[in-house]
């Protein structure tokens, strides 16, 4: 068996790469777009942030995206399940962050892409009001 | 890779994901790169029921086919649109076939043939829904033994090429699979015969738990086979023909576990020569993903 999987190791050792995902995110203070979160939109605590994900739409997809981010340093895993909590019905990813750290949303945008699904875009909670980021703006 | 040769040894009698019936994964998971999982699917058919093309006839030898086969399946995704597959099976065949005017009882067990796949999909994710094409070539290595009166391998390397589509939406899933299976002759000039065949599922989604990422899931599938018909009368599959097989799919799962269980009864069955038919069909599998 150890053969059979680095012999097919090696053929798809090319097979590794992926594209990299946009690196840069677009902070949107638009009072206007921030009412719109936070009032029809989403709902965001204070210490999270909601992440609109195209294609989650069962349990495996849960999975996926919640081992992909609760690897994250700024994840608070005292929270959801390990800091995650995935509704599959509003493809709706909530997380928790640490109340001592910041997010990276690159990274985050990245590790759901990593996942196998499409990050659209994400509700910040901050000390302003909600902030929203889209990955690739 | 390191870790899924330490988890794959480690968990070979625990082992996971599903599968269509002729590709050894769930159409589904596990999608996120570097993942990877296993399944044990038990797999259960056979008849008393003797064929002659699609007529049922009189069997007074009490002519007889049964077999299981218990199968080991694992992949690992490099990435959502690249995997690698594998599955293999520990088959116990009985039957009593027609030797000289006589029914003569014969049986067999062992490891049958293993078969690597290597899924390639195309997916797509719009809002609620997400679907993919996907397209698998396979190789059927000779690993089981070709020798004896019911062998159970006829000890040929063969190659499998898939063609495939599947929808999913919170509620609703779908996959048409159509596939090809062609084989070579293998030992003492047995060759069992191309495949051709299609498979179409049907899903339903009726309940989900977020918080505990648990739920249920239904499915209806249709099987429909084409079998060329073998070089020799001493192969499982002793007279080819054509076959439909039909019926309900359901699956239990909780986070990373899922539970399998499956039931398809023929009905529609076309033997080249006179032969037992294959009979319903039952499958039973556990399968986890990490």
């Known amino acids: 068996m150890k053969n059979f999987l680095a012999t097919t190791a090696a053929l798809f050792i090319g097979a590794f790469a992926h594209p990299a995902y946009a690196d840069h995110t677009e902070h949107s203070h638009d009072p206007v777009i921030n009412a719109l979160a936070a009032d029809n939109e989403v709902q965001v605590e204070p210490g999270e942030a909601v992440i609109i994900v195209h294609g989650i739409v069962c349990s495996f997809c849960s999975q996926g995206v919640t081992k992909k981010l609760s690897k994250l340093p700024y994840i608070d895993p005292s929270k959801y399940t390990k800091g995650v909590k995935v509704e599959i019905s509003d493809q709706k990813v909530t997380i928790a962050i640490k109340p001592d750290m910041d997010a990276d949303f690159d990274e985050i945008f990245s590790e759901i892409k990593s996942g196998g699904y499409e990050p659209v875009k994400a509700y910040i909670h901050t000390q302003d009001g909600i902030t929203i980021l889209e990955p690739g703006a | ?290």
């Open chain 2, 1 to 290: 890779m390191k870790k899924t040769l330490l988890i794959l040894s480690g968990l070979m009698l625990l082992s996971v994901t599903t599968a269509q019936a002729h590709q050894p994964v769930m159409d589904m998971a596990p999608r996120w790169e570097d993942g990877y999982g296993f399944q044990i699917r038990h797999e259960f058919y056979g008849s008393d029921t003797l064929m002659d093309g699609d007529s049922e006839i009189a069997n007074p030898l009490n002519l007889e086919r049964f077999v299981h086969k218990t199968w080991l399946e694992g992949v690992y995704t490099f990435d959502r649109s690249k995997r690698i597959t594998f599955k293999i099976p520990y088959i116990n065949q009985d039957r009593t076939k027609n030797i000289g005017g006589a029914g003569v009882k014969q049986s067999n067990e062992g490891i049958g043939d293993l078969i690597v796949g290597v899924p390639l999909k195309h997916y797509q994710n719009k809002g609620a829904f997400t679907h993919n094409f996907g397209f698998t070539p396979s190789l059927r290595l000779p690993t089981g033994s070709s020798s004896g009166a019911f062998p159970i391998s006829d000890g040929s390397t063969d190659l499998g090429l898939s063609f495939s589509y599947s929808g999913e939406s919170p509620k609703f899933y779908s996959l048409v699979d159509v596939f090809a299976w062609l084989n070579t002759e293998g030992d003492r000039n047995m060759r069992a015969g191309n495949t051709y065949g299609m498979d179409l599922n049907l899903g339903y989604h009726p309940y989900h738990d977020d918080d505990t990422n648990s739920g249920l899931f239904i499915m209806w599938d249709v099987t429909a086979r084409y079998n060329d018909k073998p070089s020799a009368a001493n192969l499982t599959t002793a007279s080819g023909g054509k076959r439909i097989h039909t019926g309900p799919l359901l699956v239990l799962y909780k986070d990373n576990i899922m539970f399998r269980t499956e039931y398809k009864h023929p009905v529609y069955e076309n033997t080249r020569s006179i032969s037992n038919s294959r009979g319903s069909e039952f499958n039973i599998g556990i399968g986890i993903t990490f």
